[in-house]
């Protein structure tokens, strides 16, 4: 384990379920994301893909093995901590889960709030700016309903990025998308993620999102079977 890692997991175990119904669906987990990393996890589906993505976000309460996230370990961490991780984190879903009764800007002022000490007016700036950021500055005062599958995930973007998380989770983000917006997308999380030195965890089986990613990791029922730097070869700094 490098000291500075953003998530740091050993000898994880997860199963749901007790006693004779017990099903293991995590087997001996190691792994770590450095900051700045993009990491993604293919995997059939089944394969244990989103339990692991909830355990590393904090939704989770881990059973048994060390993860820590920003250096906190979550085994036994209180309620507290890991509402306090979860600050660090910007989380993105496969539906994009805006609220249709906000506006675009609204959903994205929202995650703001959490930040208290922003001033009204700099986080009407910086959901705006954000907005602007993710190709929707003339959509701000649109609600979600009158948006396409390809906006609303951007607004959803915005929304996770809007706080300059240390850690992004993406939980298939592309999964409802055709294969231009998925990559658009993709593309745009990349670019900001990298402007805010931010890492992030793409959970995906998505081939053609993949050479995005730094490292691709493949969780095969459950263990995670492969862990590749840039397996199609292309660096991910290239410029396009
Ligand atoms: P993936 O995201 O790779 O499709 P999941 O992590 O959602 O996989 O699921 C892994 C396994 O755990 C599956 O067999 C699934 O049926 C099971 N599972 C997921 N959530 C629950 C739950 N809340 N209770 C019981 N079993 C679950
Ligand atoms: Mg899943």
Redesign the pocket.
């Known amino acids: 384990m490098k000291p500075d890692s953003i998530v740091s997991i050993h000898q994880l175990n997860y199963a749901?379920?007790q006693g004779k119904l017990k099903?293991n669906?995590l087997s001996d987990i190691e792994m770590d994301l450095q900051p700045g990393e993009i990491a993604m996890i293919e995997?059939?589906?089944?394969?244990?893909?989103?339990?692991?993505l909830t355990l590393i976000g904090a939704l989770r309460s881990i059973q048994t093995g060390s993860l820590r996230v920003f250096g906190k370990e979550l085994l036994g961490a209180s309620y507290n901590e890991r509402v306090c991780v979860r600050r660090g984190i910007g989380y993105i879903f496969q539906s994009h889960n805006l609220l249709s009764f906000l506006t675009a800007k609204q959903n994205v002022w929202m995650s703001l709030q959490l930040h208290r000490e922003l001033s009204k007016t700099e986080a009407e700036t910086r959901a705006k700016s954000i907005l602007a950021a993710v190709g929707l500055g003339d959509r701000l005062h649109d609600y979600p309903d009158s948006l396409s599958g390809g906006q609303k995930q951007r607004v959803a973007i915005a929304r996770a990025l809007v706080n300059r998380p240390q850690l992004i989770l993406a939980?298939e983000p592309t999964a409802s998308l055709d294969s231009k917006s998925g990559r658009d997308v993709v593309e745009l999380m990349q670019q900001l993620a990298r402007e805010f030195g931010s890492s992030i965890l793409i959970?995906t089986h998505d081939a053609r999102i993949v050479d995005v990613a730094d490292r691709v990791l493949y969780?095969e029922d459950?263990r995670l079977t492969r862990d590749e730097k840039n397996p199609n070869g292309i660096p991910s700094d290239r410029e396009s």
């Open positions: 749901f379920g099903r669906v995997g059939p589906s089944g394969s244990g893909k989103t339990t692991l939980d959970v969780l459950g």
